[in-house]
């Protein structure tokens, strides 16, 4: 479970701020910063209101910049996760001598 | 209001095709053979005819008229940028078939319903909403199903139970990717799901996604039996998801051991 931060129009925060409060979400869960920025949370029992006047009841989460360049962010955040995995795996295999 | 013509090569200016856009919420009255009515109360800036969308995105009011032609040759020499003028091409023996219609809010371009009136009948050839499922038709042509769940004509219907614990449990998936990006809402309506803890202590949740987007339909924390939907419509804001993207149901359980979401079922699966 990730601590997130919301501001007034539940757009996601990764750091507390003023005027931001603190929700707990798993739906952030290994997800990178930039991808959870890039989204709006609304908690059960809220409601957020889009500006054409449509209505969404949490629990909710949906990005509020476009979706394909958070799925950039993300896969590219989980390349180099992969890739500092390999890197330490290395060392240890080196460093058993196997 | 707005006006359009189009015109054939039959001598000229005379007989061949004419193509008149009306923007209206109601019907034209006395319309004439191939007119177009684009029902919208926005304005009508410009018109565009063309293979596919996005020039005019950013002019609020732009109408652009997506279109399939039996030959691309003639239709290439059409010059597809005029206001409230004429428009001129050459085609020989060719037919052309309108298959979809946008307008422009001033950011984006948006299915909106439209009609092309044939033969004392206004025939609808563009719509402003993708009915994925809907009671009483079933899916929409081109669609096959989804992984873990049945379809008939009136209900998409769940694997029974679909399990979830510890962790992401059963989902249900679109076999079939669909472009969302002209879509600002999904709305899936007629849900109804039991539950059962099966003894456990748990967190658990059946959600709608449509992409990187969702919403949670119902939670549970009961160790027994719940009944979590009946009859029950949620909608997901997915203005920011764009491309082809897959969508369906997901489930999540806390629980130790696996949790149960009975009887899941729903008739109605709409992108506005």
Known sequence: ?98 | MGNCFLHGNAGGESGGLILQFIGSMTAPSNPKENMIWVKTDRAITQFLITRSVGAWTQIAGAVEMVYEASDDYTMTGISTLFFNGKLHGTYGQAWFKPTGLYQSDGAKANPKDAYIYKSGTWVQFSSEKYVVFEAGKGLSAGLTGFSNATCNSNTIVGKNPLYAGPGNGDAIISREKIDVTQYKTATFSGINCGFNGNGNANSSSISAFVGGASTTIASAITSGGATLASNKTVTVDISNVTGSVEFGFRTYSSATYAVSFKNFNLNGIVFS
Request: net charge negative; charged share 30%.
């Open chain 1, 1 to 98: 479970m990730k601590t997130i931060y919301l501001d007034a129009d539940f757009c996601c925060h990764v750091a507390p701020g003023d005027g931001l409060t603190a929700v707990e979400a798993k739906a952030f869960d290994g997800k990178c910063d930039a991808y959870i920025e890039g989204y709006r949370f609304v908690p059960s029992g809220k409601t957020w209101v889009r500006e054409d006047g449509a209505i969404f009841a949490g629990e909710m989460i949906a990005p509020w910049k476009p979706w394909d360049e958070l799925d950039k962010a993300q896969r590219e955040y989980e390349r180099q996760l992969v890739a500092e995995y390999e890197a330490a795996l290395q060392e240890i295999e080196e460093a058993l001598g196997v």
